[in-house]
């Protein structure tokens, strides 16, 4: 069997930038304006390039991004088909390549479910008091917005650490948050970057006839890089490219990963990628599929979270939880 590789894209949201929402000041760290929204012509590029090179992983969809409404009733300053043709684009391009799945509910303030407006905090902090009684519910309700605007989903991704003070609560919670909402005993979520050699997914929660499988990032977002600098050139592309696998197929870190028996698991971010609209995160991500695809494709096979799900599902005593 070639060894499994994919890749995470957190934060993802129609339009809306959910980074100049949170990410609290207003320019790049050289000064330029963060940009509040990008254009769906970036999303047509991302997916041209996933198309061209088979990429599979996760993609976030935020389904209350920033506090700015939702993405079945609409959203504050979109317009309404502008939000529609990327989800649309979402359903027919991204999926089943990437696994979908909200990244809670705003990736910004809190919401009072009950009311529906925000609370005095972010989901981070506002997690890590919870338990099953309340998650259950926050959880419930983000996947349901992704089911009512059409997109299936059998996981989420954790804004920030969401969760991770009171991990236990929190992964039973999306286990039964996946069944009450889709009916499935399986379910995988992303919390843990887990960055030493042989990192592989594991078993979170397996009881009540539930499983939930934890699947890590293993390398990081060296594409975060782009967004506060103005250079788009050859050089900057190469030079960031290199720190997950060399032109050469010999080193980086997807070659350790693979070397040492672990999967490689690559992580950027949507604003990585968009890099304050300059696009450069798009062009490496690019060169780097390029890479793999040229050095590896007879040792590595890219695949979704739910077919890394099914993998560990089939055979949980391979995938034991490791200590922290
Ligand atoms: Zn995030």
């Given at each position: 069997m070639k060894t499994p590789i994919s890749w995470i894209i957190d934060d993802p949201a129609p339009v809306i930038s959910v980074y100049y929402e949170h990410?609290?000041?207003?320019?790049?760290?050289?000064g330029r304006p963060l940009i509040p929204t990008y254009p769906n012509e970036m999303l047509f590029t991302f997916c041209d390039i996933i198309e061209k090179y088979g990429i599979r992983g996760k993609f976030s969809v935020i389904p209350m991004p920033g506090n700015k409404g939702d993405i079945v009733n609409g959203l504050e300053g979109i317009p309404e088909a502008e939000m529609k043709e990327w989800l649309d684009c979402i359903k027919t391009r991204v999926i089943p390549a990437f696994s979908a799945g909200p990244?809670?509910?705003?990736?910004?303030k809190a919401v009072?479910?009950?009311?529906?407006e925000a609370l005095p905090m972010n989901e981070r902090d506002w997690a890590s008091t919870q338990d099953r009684t309340t998650f259950v519910p926050y959880i419930s309700k983000a996947l349901s917005l992704l089911r009512e605007a059409g997109i299936p989903t059998l996981g989420v991704t954790s804004?920030?650490?969401?969760g991770i003070e009171v991990e236990g609560e929190y992964e039973y919670s999306i286990s039964s948050a996946v069944e009450e909402v889709t009916g499935s005993k399986n379910a995988w979520f992303f919390l843990r970057g887990l960055r030493r050699p042989g990192a592989k997914p594991w078993v979170a929660y397996d009881d009540e006839g539930r499983t939930l499988v934890s699947i890590p990032?293993?390398?990081?977002?060296?594409?975060?890089?782009t967004i506060d600098t103005p250079r788009t050139d050859d050089g900057l592309i190469s030079e960031i490219a290199d720190k997950l696998i060399t032109a050469d197929g010999k080193s980086g870190d997807v070659i350790d990963m693979l070397e040492t028996g672990g999967y490689p698991i690559l992580i950027s971010h949507w604003q990585s990628l968009m890099s304050n609209g300059l696009g450069t995160g798009l062009k490496i991500m690019e060169e780097v599929a390029r890479r793999i695809k040229l050095h590896l494709s007879d040792r590595v096979e890219w695949m979704s979270f739910e077919q890394i799900m099914e993998l560990v599902v089939s055979d949980k005593a391979s995938y034991p939880k490791p200590v922290f």
């Open positions: 990410a609290g000041k207003s320019t790049t760290e050289d990244e809670m509910l705003t990736h910004h009072d479910l009950a009311t529906g804004p920030w650490d969401f990032a293993t390398t990081r977002d060296y594409l975060w890089a």
